[in-house]
């Protein structure tokens, strides 16, 4: 099967400084879902975040996270 992705591939959640990532693969290219996992963590304005590479969409969720942490 190459050239498509598997079930698994094509959504996954990362971790990031108290953040979860989640990344999904759709039609239009990445959308990463940026919420926070504990209650003393300031919510994101924009919490999603869509681009047409899914290494673009993660920098930026995580670029989202710093900037509400600082």
Do not use: N
């Not at 190459?2 to 239009?28: H, K």
């Not at 919420?35 to 969720?61: F, G, K, W």
Request: glycine share 8%; proline share 3%; hydrophobic share 45%.
């Amino acid at each position: 099967m190459f050239g498509t992705l598997s079930a698994q591939a094509a959504r996954f959640t990362l971790l990031y400084r108290g953040y979860e990532i989640e990344v999904t693969r759709i039609s239009s290219g990445w959308l990463a879902g940026v919420y926070p996992r504990t209650a003393d963590l300031p919510i994101l304005r924009s919490s999603e975040v869509l681009s047409c590479d899914q290494d673009a969409a993660v920098v930026e969720a995580k670029r989202r996270v710093d900037g509400a942490l600082h």
